[in-house]
């Protein structure tokens, strides 16, 4: 099974960021495959620690087995509790690589991609009470028609959100196929593909809840750091990117930070360099990587 996984995306540039110390505690709250994962091991002295989550029942088959490492199957939502857990108060720093991996697109029963003909679904962990058949066909009219315009950021969301409300009621859509042919004349010609894929992104951000869980992870991140510890972390839509590069800039995610009588700003982190994109090379080598985005900061 591990080679359904992907290849780690920017996997030097993502792990050189996190400035290893031997001796160092890690976390990447997005194992998968692993690949991040033995990268750091692989520069960790015997006393390193690395702590991993991954709330994908699938991912436990690539545990790797390495005294340093523990893998935790569970959403990166939790981080603090289950670290606390494993009693680990603080990090020298944290990885993620946020998005689908290569292997939930690929197995045709989880209904991630457009490419194979599915139940609805798209849970990535089988534990979520929500799928992609609750959102499409319970959520009012209204309400999908926000989940495809905010998270697919299509412009005729509610078209779309009024075609799937006339169809299902003359009965479930069961089937990405059904879904797919209940949305075909409102595609464009030419980019049906790419409009496809923007509803399949906005329905599974729903079903599993990623900007939210986002930023409850990215709001801890400062109070499990230790100073100086870093954080480095892949984003591959512009939604999940923004809340990225907003949080490292002010600690927050709407307003504006608080000024000290002289005007300085406080915040908990700085960013490290600016932002890094893959090569020519490596997007030809993996297609995944083409819209990948890493940022990294370091606890102040």
């Known amino acids: 099974m591990e080679n359904e996984y992907h290849n780690p995306v920017l996997l030097k ?3 050189d960021g996190l400035n290893i110390n031997l001796s160092g505690v890690y976390v990447d709250v997005t194992f998968g495959g ?11 002295g015997p006393e390193g620690r690395l702590y991993a989550f991954d709330q994908d029942e699938d991912a436990l088959v690539n545990a790797l087995d390495d005294p340093r490492f523990v893998l935790i199957n ?10 606390r857990f494993h009693g680990v108060k603080e990090v020298d720093g944290i990885l993620g690589d946020f998005g689908v991996s290569s292997h939930q697109f690929d197995v045709a029963e989880r209904g ?3 490419r194979f003909e599915a139940d609805l679904d798209m849970r990535m962990s089988k534990r979520n009470e929500i799928s992609a058949y609750t959102v499409v066909n319970d959520y009012s009219e209204e309400d999908l028609s926000k989940v495809l315009y905010m998270y697919g950021e299509l412009k005729n969301a509610r ?3 009024r075609v799937i409300v006339d169809n299902r009621n003359q009965g479930p859509i069961k089937t990405s196929k059904q879904l797919v042919e209940i949305l075909s004349r409102l595609l464009p010609k030419f980019k049906e593909h790419k409009v496809l894929a923007q509803v399949y992104q906005a329905i599974r951000i729903e079903v599993n809840q990623e900007m939210e869980v986002l930023k409850e992870f990215l709001m ?6 230790k100073k100086g510890g870093r954080l480095s972390l892949i984003s591959y839509h512009s939604l999940e990117d923004r809340l990225v590069k907003r949080f490292i800039r002010d600690g927050m995610f709407e307003g504006v930070p608080e000024k000290d009588f ?5 915040v908990p982190l700085k960013k490290i360099g600016g932002l890094i994109i893959p090569s020519e090379q490596e997007i030809k080598i993996n297609n995944r990587a ?4 890493l940022r990294i900061a370091e606890r102040v």
Do not use: C, D
Request: hydrophobic share 35%; glycine share 6%; aromatic share 12%.
């Open 290 to 293: 083409r819209s990948a985005k």
């Open 112 to 114: 991630f991609s457009t």
């Open 262 to 266: 002289y005007g300085n700003v406080s």
């Open 13 to 15: 540039e993502t792990v």
């Open 74 to 83: 569970e959403n990166f939502r939790y981080l603090k509790r289950f670290l």
């Open 220 to 225: 801890q991140t400062p109070e499990v750091l």
């Open 159 to 161: 078209a779309m959100a």
């Open 34 to 44: 692993g690949g991040h994962s033995r990268e750091i091991l692989k520069r960790l």
